[in-house]
């Protein structure tokens, strides 16, 4: 199964895409038959959306085309949002104008929030609210608060809150696997639900 993680902070380097490369690793070396594929939105990747995108502009087709490509082959994924200002980082919402429901509509997503201090539940609900209405993303019940960042996920076993740290990778481990079964029931449903009518190619 392919698995798209997207780290959603533009920052360079970020504690979001320490946990990305993490949960690369943990994909490809524990559970079977998974392709994990990291995306970081660091540097911002992605101009700003504007309307030549709808015109098909050869310079925005040239540049989403192996992205899209990336995400269509996909059954599953995992936005690690990092709090901003108690928002989700405008690079990652602009991420979300990019792809349609084409790419992501009727696949599971996981969220991973991040905070360096105890934020992380608001970009939780922005994502659960605003960021899935056109492209019909599914969202899991489940999602991982990752806070006091800094102290967890670190390479080196020293640097971390050992007690928090095995905490987070345990349950981080049971919602992968999680992830991993909406993945395959949702790749079912797709096969045999009319998902796309033209009628309706928006959401409500
Ligand atoms: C512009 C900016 C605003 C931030 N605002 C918040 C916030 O509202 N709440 C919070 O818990 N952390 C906030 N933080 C700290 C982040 O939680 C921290 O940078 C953490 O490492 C996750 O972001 P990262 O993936 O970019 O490293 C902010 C960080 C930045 C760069």
């Keep these: 199964m392919h698995i798209t993680i997207i780290s959603g902070s533009h920052r360079n ?3 979001s895409e ?20 990291l995306y970081s939105l660091a540097d911002n990747p992605l101009p ?3 309307q030549s995108i709808w015109e098909q502009d050869e310079t925005w087709v040239t540049r989403l ?9 996909s059954d599953a994924f995992v936005i690690i949002v990092p709090e901003w200002h108690g928002q989700v980082p405008a690079g990652l919402k602009n991420f979300f104008l990019m792809f349609s429901r ?3 509509g009727h696949k599971p997503a996981f969220i991973i929030a991040v905070s360096s201090a105890t934020g992380g539940a608001y970009p939780v609900a922005e994502l659960r609210m605003s960021s899935y209405k056109n492209n019909r993303l599914c969202y899991i019940p489940e999602q991982l608060i990752v806070r006091d960042v ?8 020293g ?3 050992q007690r928090a740290d095995s905490y987070y990778k345990d349950r ?3 919602c992968l696997d999680m992830l991993i079964g909406y993945g395959k029931a949702l790749k079912a449903m797709r096969e045999v639900t009319s998902i796309h009518d033209d009628r309706f190619s928006n959401g409500m």
């Excluded at 320490?18 to 594929?37: A, H, M, N, Q, W």
Aim: hydrophobic share 35%.
């Design 13 to 15: 380097p970020s504690q």
């Design 18 to 37: 320490k946990i990305g490369r993490y949960v690369e690793s943990l994909l490809d070396e524990k559970f079977d038959d998974t392709e994990p594929f």
């Design 48 to 50: 700003l959306w504007d």
């Design 65 to 73: 085309a192996p992205l899209k490509e990336q995400l269509s082959k």
């Design 102 to 104: 084409f790419e992501l």
């Design 150 to 157: 800094e102290k967890v996920f670190n390479p080196e076993p």
């Design 159 to 161: 640097s971390n809150d």
């Design 172 to 174: 981080l481990d049971w």
